[in-house]
Nanobody, 117 residues
Framework: QVQLVESGGGLVQPGGSLRLSCAAS????????MGWYRQAPGKQRELVAS???????NDADSVKGRFTISRDNAKNMVSLQMNSLKPEDTAVYYC???????????WGQGTQVTVSS
């Protein structure tokens, strides 16, 4: 059973930066879209950013120019560099690996990001 292990969440002041990382516990032998979602209290989970196995990235409008997603296929890892953080970025962030063929999806356990002064 593949598990996704996340790291890097925490408390940061507005305008600060954090880097989230997520790694699969096993080698993946197929192509996966890797992404990050977030869920704030009382809101639905939303896509933050995703990146295909070929490196094509897609960012939500709310994070364009501030967040950058990247992946390391050799390490089965995806990262999210978050700069210029705002209080509205506060949420639990989940990584997501979706098989590009079968659409089967793995989820991480979630990591809390809190932006507050």
């Amino acid at each position: 059973q593949v598990q996704l292990v996340e790291s890097g969440g925490g408390l940061v002041q507005p305008g600060g930066s954090l880097r989230l990382s997520c790694a699969a516990s096993q080698t993946l032998f197929s192509r996966y879209v890797m992404g990050w979602y977030r869920q704030a209290p009382g809101k639905q989970r939303e896509l933050v950013a995703s990146i295909t196995s070929g490196g094509l990235a897609n960012d939500a409008d709310s994070v364009k120019g501030r967040f950058t997603i990247s992946r390391d296929n050799a390490k089965n890892m995806v990262s999210l560099q978050m700069n210029s953080l705002k209080p509205e970025d506060t949420a639990v962030y989940y990584c997501n690996f979706r098989n590009e063929y079968s659409q089967f999806t793995y989820w991480g356990q979630g990591t809390q990001v809190t932006v507050s002064s």
